[in-house]
């Protein structure tokens, strides 16, 4: 699919304000790797046309039509490729007369309803991208995408009315849930409430001071991070953030006040910020698409071939195994999935299915935010960690991996809050992975995480999450710990050591018991705090204490912080000392964002070992 964007001056009289709206269009479409040509002489591409080209012209019927421009706007047409006019003010709401019967993109109402002059025209070039971008990667982004609004009736129901209504009317194709409007009268709340957080491409989470109190809430919150939803955090009156046991990232991504929901100008900039971070949350999720298809290619070889690159749709083709007689090939279509899937999407898969009139065994939608498999019709929502590991044990042997033990250690950098759900992903992958795999899950008490940890394992392990989670932590903080000692004997294997005369002493203390013992098998540390003194820097002492007790290290860069120098700094050494595994596989440790990946060269890496 190629871009081609007619040159204002080109085609206008006045093309000022147009060629500002271009210059944030193509700064957008650079963001996201998304190419794009500028037609200066229209006779150059007349011969690439194709039916999924797209067009975008400015209105200016003032300015005589080059003859060459008629003939690719004609061609276009006759291709059914798609046009779209953009009207930069109300003078050329009218397109020209070739395309007349398209709806033009109308910059000035765009404004208009925001109550926004003209100094505003990179946000109208960043709004109407978006649609560019629903168009060319449908299962990347979605325009019309359910969010999902998180909020305490008892002090967020004014404010989170007034954003809903303001978005109705800046966003009219964004479709937002919030429980005192979106449930019907006579239907059962929860039930609702859970099937559109289900459904949901993003979750935005309203922060007030009472938030924290309401069990409703933390359940959203849980929901939300456990399926990879992207959540964007508002927070609102400095709403205390240590109340909350479930966090997306270290900070909130926007604080407002309530006053400044109370002036309507202010109100419209508010939700332009609230939907330009939540679309950057979406499309940053959304590249995993990118890693899945590398690791099925390296997982499946030339088993795998690429049947529609835009729909992103893949076709599986493996000789079945462990049957005496000759039987056909497991036969098996894949669809990626960087939003959440509809309905719609399972049923336009269907049909495109059956047009191939071709026999297979199942159809997979493969996404990062659903938890529970889901099948209709031969067609299966799953996650493509998931769907990794199940490929991965029917092509090799599982091996048991009973009583040995896999360290977790984590905890966010100072990075971008937007960036810093990144880590929180990681933890999630790996942690789901190494449990799967029957390892046992270990991990330091960072109160970040403890939550996220109990409740993974209570979803893998209902009814003995325990016996596959071990958790350490020092009594320094027993006047601080967040749940009783009976909670954590229910949910882990629950393991306190001895407080001495320093934190530092006492961490040290916790650490060596944590790390230094012949059930662990492996260590893997991401993010942390860069301190002024190395010294002070929790995850260099962890690889010492792993290292001096000849345990394979394995340090995920890509997440920042402390972990990223430290990637680093291994890596310009060669890897010297940290594990005998291959060079490759440490710098992908280092460098890639494709943790479903990561995890498996990890369980095979120590698959081997045994």
Not at 9 to 34: G, T
Not at 355 to 384: G, Q
């Amino acid at each position: 699919m190629s871009i081609y964007i007619i040159n204002p001056s080109f085609i206008m009289k006045n093309h000022s304000k147009a060629h500002c709206f271009v210059k944030e269009l193509k700064e957008q479409f650079d963001k996201y790797d998304i190419s794009y040509s500028m037609v200066n002489n229209a006779a150059k591409y007349l011969s690439k046309i194709e039916n999924d080209s797209i067009i975008i012209i400015f209105n200016d019927e003032s300015v005589s039509t080059d003859e060459n421009l008629k003939k690719l706007l004609y061609l276009a047409k006759n291709k059914k490729a798609t046009i779209y006019p953009i009207a930069m003010d109300k003078e050329t709401r009218k397109p020209l007369e070739i395309i007349a019967d398209k709806q033009s993109y109308d910059v000035w109402e765009q404004l208009r309803c925001r109550d926004l002059s003209d100094d505003y025209l990179p946000l109208a070039a960043r709004c109407f991208a978006r649609k560019v971008i629903a168009n060319i990667m449908p299962t990347m982004y979605s325009e019309s995408g359910l969010i999902f609004i998180s909020h305490r009736r008892l002090d967020g129901e004014e404010i989170t009315a007034q954003l809903c209504d303001t978005l109705s009317v800046q966003f009219k194709a964004c479709e937002t849930f919030r429980d005192v409007t979106s449930v019907k009268v006579g239907e059962e709340a929860q039930s609702e409430i859970d099937k559109a957080m289900s459904e949901s491409d993003a979750f935005i989470f309203i922060h007030t001071p009472e938030s924290a109190d309401s069990k409703w809430i933390q359940k959203e919150l849980r929901y939300a991070i456990l399926r990879n939803i992207p959540v964007l955090w508002v927070q609102i009156e400095n709403a205390d953030i240590h109340k909350l046991k479930f966090v997306p990232s270290e900070k909130p991504h926007l604080s407002y006040s309530l006053d400044e929901f109370k002036d309507i100008k202010r109100l419209t900039e508010i939700t332009d910020e609230i939907m330009e971070r939540t679309f950057d949350l979406i499309m940053t999720k959304s590249n995993v698409v990118f890693d899945c298809h590398n690791a099925l290619e390296e997982m499946f070889e030339d088993k795998i071939k690429c049947i529609d690159s835009e729909k992103m749709i893949f076709n599986i083709d493996v000789k079945r195994k462990g049957y005496r007689y000759p039987q056909r090939d497991i036969n098996q279509y894949v669809q990626l999935f960087g939003r959440t899937p509809t309905l719609s999407d399972k049923e336009n898969l269907k049909k495109y299915l059956n047009r191939m009139n071709d026999h297979y065994d199942s159809s997979v939608i493969l996404t990062d935010k659903v938890f529970t498999k889901e099948e209709s019709d031969k067609i299966i929502i799953e996650t493509y960690e998931d769907f990794m590991f199940h490929w991965g044990n029917y092509l090799q042997k599982p091996v048991s991996n009973r009583n040995s033990e896999i360290i977790i250690s984590g905890a966010f950098s100072d990075g971008e809050e937007i960036y810093k759900q990144t880590l929180t992903d990681a933890l999630v992958i790996f942690a789901k992975s190494i449990l799967k795999s029957g390892y046992i899950l270990t991990f330091g008490s960072h109160p970040t995480f403890q939550e996220l940890f109990f409740e993974i394992s209570k979803l893998i392990y209902p009814e003995n999450c325990k016996e596959h989670l071990k958790m350490y932590i020092s009594k320094w903080f027993e006047d601080k710990y967040l749940y009783s000692k009976e909670y954590y004997n229910e949910s882990t294997t629950f393991n306190e050591t001895e407080k001495n005369n320093s934190l530092s002493k006492s961490l040290t203390t916790m650490r060596k018991h944590m790390i230094q013992r012949k059930e662990v098998s492996a260590l893997i540390c991401m993010g942390g705090k860069i301190k002024k003194n190395k010294a002070d820097e929790g995850i260099r002492e962890e690889i010492a204490l792993a290292i001096e007790n000849g345990i394979p290290v394995f340090v995920v860069g890509s997440v920042g912080g402390c972990s990223s120098i430290v990637a680093s700094e291994y890596k310009a050494n060669g890897w010297q000392g940290l594990n005998d595994a291959p060079l490759v596989m440490n710098n992908e440790f280092a460098e890639s964002l494709d943790y479903v990946m990561l995890s498996k060269q990890l369980l095979d890496y120590l698959s081997e070992k045994q």
